[in-house]
């Protein structure tokens, strides 16, 4: 049987998913390395850097997983949305 993780999701009232725990390491593993590389990126350039560095080697949704990882991210304060950013900007909190 697969390993699952159950997500967190930043904002109050609202849940997170159960997805693959392969599939969750292997998505934070990029997004935080691509995250530390770029300093502040916007959420349309992570998600092509992330489906870059992915491609050919990722089964399933690239921008699902990385709007879900993203999202649990933020919930545990490793990476937070930088206020009134528009496109929506992140940056690590946790070098």
Wanted: aromatic share 6%; proline share 5%.
């Amino acid at each position: 049987m697969e390993a699952r993780i159950m997500t967190q999701h930043p904002e109050r009232g609202k849940q997170g998913v159960n997805i693959s725990r392969q599939k969750y390491d292997l998505v934070r593993e990029v997004i935080v390395a691509v995250a530390r590389k770029r300093g502040e990126i916007t959420f349309p350039d992570l998600t092509d850097d992330v489906r870059q560095r992915l491609a050919g080697i990722f089964d399933g949704s690239v921008p699902w997983y990385v709007t879900t990882v993203k999202l649990d991210l933020e919930a545990q304060g490793v990476i937070e949305r930088i206020p009134g950013s528009r496109p929506q900007k992140l940056r690590m909190v946790i070098a």
